[in-house]
């Protein structure tokens, strides 16, 4: 049956980390993990006024010159142009394939982890769903194997880190902190008693006392003090057999 935390509030934590990562790895539009600068710009665009690219894993972004001050800026509205296949090299397609992996095993690894606040895991699913959140982390740190690319590595042209690629750092380390979380803490759930005495406390409150709580079926009724329900008529002629007891003594 399903309950409300019921390992507690620990497992939000992993949640919400894996969730940022999985978030953080989708903000970047696919033309924006690098900026590339060199030769190689001319040989991409076919033109040799381009001092620079911001260029992804699908496609790149040129940019446009300030007709005021003729500085070259970057209109993120502007379409993303497809590269020349023949780019390619085996470093780019590992790259792609391991960022795609980061993308499924961290969104499905966060989707998994939200199920625990409501429905109670065992050491075993709980270290499975950290196994997830590793291997997003190993994924997408491969992933910048595309700096190798031969088109980085050449010594003419210079591949720096961009908005997409620093955002796969962060993504990376959400998702490192979130597996160290999982794999170094195991909340047990709670028990049965424990849910029915948090029930039991929510609808009792702590100050009442045992001859406050009402009787089923007969409201008059009392509980003493040895726990016997005694009613208020009883309580009554016991009151009167006291004052005549105390008045014999007189």
């Known amino acids: 049956m399903p309950s409300c935390l019921p390992h507690g509030g620990y497992t939000l934590l992993p949640a919400v980390l894996c969730t940022l990562a999985w978030m953080a790895s989708l903000v970047q539009d696919g033309c924006d993990y690098a900026r590339l600068e060199g030769p190689i710009v001319k040989n991409i665009t076919g033109s040799d006024e381009l001092p620079f690219l911001e260029i992804g894993f699908l496609a790149y972004r040129v940019p446009e010159q300030n007709p005021i001050d003729l500085t070259w800026q970057v209109v993120y509205s502007g379409p993303c142009r497809p590269y020349d296949p023949e780019l390619e090299d085996g470093f780019w397609v590992a790259a792609k394939a391991f960022a795609f992996g980061a993308l499924v095993l961290g969104g499905a690894s966060a989707l998994f982890l939200w199920f625990n606040t409501c429905f109670a895991f065992s050491l075993g699913t709980w270290r499975w ?122």
């Open 129 to 250: 769903a950290g196994c997830q959140v590793l291997f997003a982390f190993i994924c997408q740190s491969f992933a910048f194997l595309w700096f190798g690319t031969s088109m980085c590595k050449n010594t003419e042209n210079t591949c720096t880190l961009f908005f997409g690629s620093k955002a796969d750092i962060a993504a990376a380390i959400f998702w490192l902190v979130s597996a160290i979380m999982i794999f170094s803490r195991y909340p047990k759930p709670k028990s049965n008693s424990d849910v029915i005495r948090q029930i039991s406390e929510e609808r009792i409150p702590a100050q009442t006392s045992p001859e406050d709580v009402p009787i089923e079926g007969n409201p008059d009724a009392k509980i003493d003090t040895n726990g016997n329900t005694k009613s208020s008529s009883e309580n009554e002629g016991a009151d009167t057999m006291t004052k005549l007891t105390d008045a014999e003594i007189i």
